[in-house]
């Protein structure tokens, strides 16, 4: 395995421990150069930051009209959505590995040295050692921090203190997926991935509520077996809809617990969607579209292939990707035919793009923070 695949197979948990990824097997194929076409959608510069490298899976939140962004490095940055104005600015003192999660107050990441720190507008309050790896994002909801880690466990933190609340676990695989799962609210529910299983929790008790089984693993080994959920979900109305690690593309009624549709779909990461559509790449960038009423597919484009794409974002009636070269391509949601293409610096764009009211933020390998104005 190689290219996007092993991106995401590296580094992988048995029983606790790393194991070294897949690296043989056939070259990946250059990029599909891009063609020309005209533009149909004005998308235009509306600021520009500077990070430092970003080099784990980085969540963007969004919330009361502020981004908040990390690199390697430690910092941890909130901006103005409008305006790219810095809110405040922080430094946890060692390098993350994943993040970032926040409520609009408070913030939390976690650092390579395995140790989830929450910082209260710009300040550092707490720090908590975890027992195993996390790189899923942490979030931070109804004054409580959340947190799975690579195998699957999920913990609850009070976010004034850092004490321990409650752990979830269920009997584990031998074989987990080091990829950001699924950890998101659902009104007074928490919503976590569990190899390809939804979950929801109360998220006071950490006691299970429901849980839908969107993928079933399939295989002769235990790689070809992984089945697990990858964020980021995407919500509309009652419905979640997330994919399942190279084997499918689903809804589940959150309200109820129900898988409303599942449907084969190889791919890597998450997807994004509306009342109309759930769109996603699959592992050779190959662009889906399902109707999000019943997963029949609307449309479906080869015009990316091999361009190693981010995950999507919705903006408007348009959805944005990012690719390895730094570009950014936006589409007609029910058409999937290309409406605009913007640059950033040039270097990869592995972070899924976020929207906040008019502004689609886009963040770079290389620290570069580009936010674009659309209609």
């Not at 899976?57 to 990390?70: E, Q, R």
């Not at 084997?247 to 109820?256: F, K, L, Q, T, Y």
């Amino acid at each position: 395995m190689t290219g996007r695949l092993s991106r995401h197979l590296l580094p992988l948990a048995l029983a606790g421990a790393a194991l070294a990824g897949c690296s043989s097997g056939p070259t990946r194929p250059d990029p599909t150069p891009l063609a020309q076409f005209e533009s149909t959608l004005v998308v235009a510069d509306a600021w520009k930051q500077k990070i430092g490298s970003v080099s784990f899976a980085l969540a963007v939140p969004v919330k009361d009209d502020t981004f908040t962004v990390a690199s390697d490095d430690g910092t941890v940055l909130a901006l103005k959505a409008t305006t790219g104005a810095q809110v405040w600015r922080a430094d946890v003192g060692s390098k993350i590995s994943a993040g970032v999660g926040s409520d609009g107050r408070f913030a939390a990441v976690v650092t390579r040295d395995n140790e989830l720190v929450t910082v209260d507008n710009g300040n550092v309050t707490w720090r908590k050692k975890l027992p195993s790896r996390v790189v899923s994002a942490p979030l931070v909801a109804g004054e409580r921090v959340f947190v799975v880690t690579v195998d699957r466990t999920v913990l609850a933190f009070d976010v004034l203190d850092g004490r321990k609340l409650w752990a979830y676990q269920r009997p584990n695989d031998p074989l987990t997926l080091a990829q950001a799962s699924v950890l998101q609210p659902y009104r007074d529910t928490l919503l976590v991935g569990q190899g390809g299983k939804l979950v929801g929790l109360d998220p006071l008790a950490g006691q299970v509520r429901w849980e839908s089984t969107v993928a079933s693993p399939r295989g002769t080994n235990e790689v070809e077996r992984l089945a697990d959920l990858v964020g980021p979900a995407v919500r509309t109305g009652e419905l979640v809809c997330v994919r399942a690690f190279q084997v499918s593309v689903g809804c589940v009624n959150a309200e109820r617990g129900t898988l409303m549709w599942s449907r084969n779909a190889s791919g890597n990461d998450g997807v994004a969607g509306d009342d109309r559509m759930v769109i996603g790449a699959d592992n050779i960038d190959r662009l889906t579209a399902w109707r999000t009423i019943d997963g029949s597919v609307a449309w479906s484009g080869d015009s990316m292939l091999y361009r190693g794409l981010s995950g999507p974002a919705m903006a408007g009636l348009a959805v944005v990707f990012g690719d390895s070269e730094g570009y950014v391509h936006w589409f007609g949601r029910d058409s999937g035919t290309p409406v605009a293409r913007t640059r950033t610096d040039g270097s990869a764009i592995h972070v899924t793009p976020v929207r906040a009211g008019n502004v689609t933020l886009v963040v770079t390998e290389d620290g570069g923070l580009f936010a674009f104005r659309s209609e």
